[in-house]
């Protein structure tokens, strides 16, 4: 019994060309848009029961008569917890030192709070948004959408860190320049799995009419507080 051979036609053919054709290109483009996972920047902003950290601090105050200069370290601790509504508040000890041979002092209780939305300060009991999920670059948001002032355009931007391969997020508050009338800049600095390691506010008014001489301060307050210690007790 002589074998018998199946021949395609051309109709086949093609199909079975077509048929490669569409499964390669589904291969394809499954292959290149593999979905990359979302960078919330939730480690930006830890918040975590017995969390430290130490900042040298200088601020200036001024009024009609000059600015005030002071320096001294503040001490911020996480030292216990509110739950309301599901939503974990976590409480913030603010404390001062002049010197590393002075004691602490109590200074002031702050609280902060996040989901996966936002990270909320409360600072001498006004509520600010610091920042917004998921973090990304020139994203805005209104920092006072948990307070009764005017809207606030809050801003972020990405920075290069000098100690990891990570980078800082850098939260813009306000950006107004100096002018004949004021100078509005402050910014703050927030750095993985440590949060907050700089904050630079300059809120100054000049005088306008009888000056004792061009740019001179009526009001206003410069404050630099940097990160020199962190850690957990």
């Not at 939503?87 to 010197?99: F, H, W």
């Not at 999920?133 to 290069?160: E, K």
Request: hydrophobic fraction near 35%; aromatic fraction near 12%; glycine fraction near 4%.
């Amino acid at each position: 019994m002589v074998g018998s051979v199946a021949v395609l036609d051309n109709m086949q053919i093609r199909n079975i060309i077509v048929i490669a054709i569409v499964y390669l290109s589904i291969v394809a483009c499954s292959s290149d848009n593999e979905v990359t996972p979302v960078d919330y920047g939730y480690d930006y902003f830890p918040l975590e029961i017995g969390l430290f950290k130490h900042y040298d601090v200088l601020e200036v105050n001024y009024n009609s008569e000059g600015g005030d200069t002071s320096r001294y370290q503040l001490r911020e601790y996480i030292f216990d917890t509110i739950t309301t509504s599901s939503e974990i508040t976590y409480l913030i000890e603010r404390s001062k030192r002049n010197t590393v041979a002075d004691t602490w002092v109590v200074d002031s209780i702050w609280s902060a709070r996040s989901n996966d939305d936002y990270a909320v300060v409360t600072e001498n009991n006004v509520t600010y948004q610091k920042i917004s999920f998921p973090v990304q670059d020139s994203l805005i948001w209104d920092g006072h959408a948990f307070n009764t002032f005017d809207p606030r355009n809050y801003s972020m931007t990405f920075m290069d860190s000098d100690t990891s391969q990570n980078e800082y997020l850098k939260v813009i508050i306000r950006d107004i320049p100096e002018n004949l009338v004021l100078q509005d800049q402050r910014f703050e600095i927030y750095a993985r799995d440590i949060g907050l390691i700089e904050k630079d506010y300059i809120t100054l008014n000049f005088c306008t009419t009888g000056c004792e001489f061009v740019g001179q301060v009526e009001s206003g307050r410069i404050l630099s507080q940097v990160l020199f210690e962190y850690g957990k007790e």
